[in-house]
């Protein structure tokens, strides 16, 4: 667990690493990681709105063409929540009988939905946790895909757009590049103010 929180928190070292390392290629793994981080329920570990901030960063300073890693992490995202309802979908009560992942994470999204309706897919993606396992609810729950994938496409490009562009016009701040492990986790702790809300919400009713 400790490399996780370290790259999380220092993710602005490990993308330079990256660039250095994997050149062209870290499109590729960049891709995968958003991906892999809202296509699967075991993985919301993963950096997502960090990570998308930095990616801006690095892009006003041309190490990646802003339009090419904007369009890609974009597809990553509607992809990845897309395979996520179709898990929901298909093996969705196997995983929660072998107890695969927790049901209490389950709980905590169908009250998002209880709350929020369709707009839920749209919203988790500023909220980590919430954001992997809404669509995996979604397939679970039977939701249309049609109006799955209106919300997917939505939500995905305004949650790339908003953290990858803000990177890209703030990033390079002399506030925010002195003070970017510090930024790191109030980005953090900012996306999970409404997973926050919600549990201790729950936990009294």
Do not use: C
Request: proline share 3%; net charge positive.
């Amino acid at each position: 667990m400790m490399p996780i929180i370290d790259f999380i928190l220092h993710i602005d070292k490990y993308i330079s690493q990256l660039i250095d390392y994997f050149g062209i290629f870290s499109y590729l793994i960049l891709f995968l990681i958003i991906f892999v981080e809202t296509g699967l329920v075991i993985t919301p570990f993963l950096p997502g709105d960090s990570l998308l901030f930095v990616v801006g960063s690095f892009a006003a300073t041309d190490s990646f063409n802003i339009f090419i890693v904007t369009g890609l992490l974009m597809l990553a995202a509607i992809l990845g929540d897309s395979l996520n309802y179709f898990i929901g979908s298909y093996f969705g009560d196997k995983m929660m009988k072998r107890k695969i992942i927790k049901e209490e994470y389950i709980q905590r999204t169908n009250k998002f939905y209880k709350d929020h309706g369709g707009k839920t897919i749209i919203l988790a993606r500023f909220t980590p946790i919430v954001r992997t396992f809404a669509p995996f609810v979604a397939g679970l729950g039977g939701m249309e895909y049609r109006k799955f994938f209106f919300y997917n496409v939505v939500g995905g490009v305004v949650w790339v757009g908003l953290f990858v562009l803000g990177g890209y016009f703030f990033g390079s701040l002399p506030i925010i590049k002195d003070n970017f492990g510090l930024f790191v986790v109030l980005i953090i702790l900012t996306s999970a103010i409404p997973w926050i809300v919600n549990v201790f919400t729950g936990k009294k009713q």
